[in-house]
């Protein structure tokens, strides 16, 4: 991949905010550093990284596609109530695959875990 200074920005955003933004998310972040970028180059450079295996991209969550700067294995936890994406330790289910082999014969390529609910931020404004 090519060096792009906007590619850089892009990512330090996204590590910056590990709530797992939106393109949308990062645009808007983004915007006040770098007025001159577009939407479309926010989208075409994460699905770049994405593609590179530099980040993650988390869709099927809530309807809209998030990224995720950590490409190690972990699960995430979305709030119903603001959207927000949180890692979940890989070790509150360990081995999905491996258990799943040991117990029905099947071999997963892929699994994906995810819990949902409303997170500790939302809970301490509601109550
Ligand atoms: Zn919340
Ligand atoms: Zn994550």
Do not use: W
């Not at 200074?5 to 910056?16: G, M, N, Y």
């Not at 933004?21 to 994460?46: C, M, Q």
Request: charged share 25%; hydrophobic share 30%.
């Amino acid at each position: 991949m090519k060096y792009s200074r906007q590619r850089e920005l892009i990512l330090k955003t996204l590590r910056e905010n590990p709530v797992h933004p939106t393109a949308d998310f990062v645009y808007e972040l983004l915007k006040k550093e770098l007025p001159s970028i577009s939407l479309a180059t926010v989208y075409r450079n994460l699905n770049q990284l994405a593609e590179n295996g530099i980040i993650n991209k988390i869709s099927g969550l809530d309807g809209s596609v998030h990224f995720d700067h950590s490409i190690h294995p972990h699960y995430h936890f979305i709030c119903t109530k603001c959207n927000k994406v949180y890692d979940v330790p890989y070790e509150v289910a360990p081995n999905p695959a491996e258990k799943l082999y040991e117990q029905t014969g099947l071999t997963a390529e892929s699994c994906d875990v995810s819990f949902k609910g409303i997170c500790k931020e939302c809970r301490k404004n509601f109550n």
